[in-house]
């Protein structure tokens, strides 16, 4: 496979459920983001990784918690979630250079989550 | 804190005309700027980065082109196709804190 893997790609879960999203990168890419994409809004960024180490947390309620095992794999796990929390989610990486060049993002093509 | 803004918010054109989608950002100290379209309730397809370095950038029918002093960037599609009906999304990067989107460009181009 190649580019940016995202599962599931539509999720319904109860206010009390805990899921994972999960997001894997076949680019040998270095930095890994999650972002939030509600009706009407722009893009939000939620949290960013680079070399597995978070340098980002965007004010995320703790209700969603990512983790980074390594540079290729990116998880966001969710619980006791609000309605308000239905979005799509996007998984992203790109390949940085010195924090101040990078050669694009790729993006994956998103959980469609449902709180219910 | 930097802001992207898109103009038109929406567009519908005739096949096979020429259009220029709009892109400002507050905070001239960039990086880089990306142009993505988004189909309904897809991902993101990156279509052209253009580097603070760099005026332009093309791509078959599109041409990107960046005043980072104005902050002003503009996509350009020739001889639009039913097929380009997409949102168009800008995103500029300032550094470690990751992409800033705009709301984007709803495009519809009428067969």
């Known amino acids: 496979e190649t580019g940016v893997t995202q599962t599931p790609r539509h999720l319904v879960m109860g206010m009390t459920n805990k899921k994972s999203l999960k997001c894997e990168q076949h680019l040998g890419h270095n930095a890994m983001y999650w972002y939030k994409q509600s009706a009407k809004k722009p893009l939000e960024l939620m949290f960013v990784?680079?070399?597995?180490?978070?340098?980002e947390n965007n004010s995320v309620p703790s209700r969603f918690s990512p983790e980074c095992p390594n540079s290729s794999h990116l998880f966001l796990h969710l619980h006791t979630l609000q309605p308000e929390d239905s979005a799509l989610y996007l998984c992203?990486?790109?390949?940085?250079?010195?924090?101040?060049?990078?050669?694009?993002?790729?993006f994956g093509s998103g959980t469609r989550l449902t709180v219910v | 804190k930097q802001e992207v803004t898109q103009i038109p918010a929406a567009l519908s054109v005739p096949e096979g005309e020429n259009l220029v989608l709009n892109c400002s950002f507050t905070?001239?100290?960039?990086?880089?700027l990306q142009w993505f379209r988004q189909d309904p309730g897809k991902g993101l397809t990156s279509l052209l980065l253009?580097?603070?370095?760099?005026r332009e950038q093309t791509s078959g029918r599109l041409n990107a082109s960046l005043d980072k002093s104005s902050g002003r960037s503009t996509l350009y599609i020739a001889a639009s196709q039913p097929g380009d009906s997409a949102t168009y999304l800008c995103?500029?990067?300032?550094?470690?804190?990751?992409?800033?989107f705009g709301k984007g460009t709803h495009l519809i181009i009428q067969p």
């Open positions: 253009i580097q603070s370095s760099q």
């Open positions: 992203a990486s790109s390949q940085e250079r010195e924090g101040r060049y990078h050669y694009g993002y790729t």
């Open positions: 905070d001239s100290a960039i990086y880089n």
């Open positions: 990784y680079n070399f597995k180490e978070q340098t």
């Open positions: 995103a500029v990067w300032g550094g470690a804190d990751g992409l800033t």
